[in-house]
T-cell receptor, first 110, second 111 residues
């Protein structure tokens, strides 16, 4: 079935890099996404990567895709306290929907 | 340009009561989705629609019904609310099933 797995917690110090990893099951997904959710808020699309790409960089964000291992990662450079949130790894599902991981809670310590 | 609007934002129901959540989008999107989010979980798909007049079941459809009578609106109904339906409900729409716009959520508590 379609599933997305990611670690539940990550704690870093302000200024360090954060790396959030996930694995997914459906190799036919065309797009893979990273969404951010702040406490009590909705979902914000951070970035996405097309399945025929290996890497995408967008300012402080770097997405790496290893299609062979079905592994996706999100690197946040120079992590700030404002980056504290839950980050969801998401794959496109066969029904045109989105399959969400359980989310990684990123805590940034000053 | 409001994007995706969900109403209401908060609601408390008693077990057995019914209610309808409204999702409205003004982007002329064909695809619309209802998800629920429970603590420590990602979003799970309840029902979705690929166009006006169509609906389909998602991963967790039991206890819910939906209707898409107008292209811009996607309604989620709870006929007889249960405590297990306490959750945050998110609506999303998409033009091409690549980019998705989410509403701000409806926090529902069933007591």
């Amino acid at each position: 079935g379609e599933d997305v797995e990611q670690s539940l917690f990550l704690s870093v110090r302000e200024g360090d890099s954060s790396v959030i990893n996930c694995t997914y099951t459906d190799s036919s997904s065309t797009y893979l996404y990273w969404y951010k959710q702040e406490p009590g808020a909705g979902l914000q699309l951070l970035t996405y990567i097309f399945s025929n790409m290996d890497m995408k960089q967008d300012q402080r964000l770097t997405v790496l895709l290893n299609k062979k291992d079905k592994h996706l990662s999100l690197r946040i450079a120079d992590t700030q306290t404002g980056d504290s949130a839950i980050y969801f790894c998401v794959q496109g599902g066969s029904q045109g929907n989105l399959i969400f991981g359980k989310g990684t809670k990123l805590s940034v310590k000053p | 340009n409001a994007g995706v609007t969900q109403t209401p934002k908060f609601r408390v129901l008693k077990t057995g009561q019914s209610m309808t959540l409204l999702c409205a989008q003004d982007m002329n999107h064909e695809y619309m989705y209802w998800y629920r989010q429970d603590p420590g979980m990602g979003l799970r798909l309840i029902h979705y629609s690929v166009g006006e007049g169509t609906t389909a079941k998602g991963e967790v459809p039991d206890g819910y019904n939906v209707s898409r009578l107008k292209k811009q609106n996607f309604l989620l109904g709870l006929e007889s609310a249960a405590p297990s339906q306490t959750s945050v409900y998110f609506c999303a729409s998409s033009y091409d099933r690549r980019g998705y716009t989410f509403g701000s959520g409806t926090r529902l508590t069933v007591v």
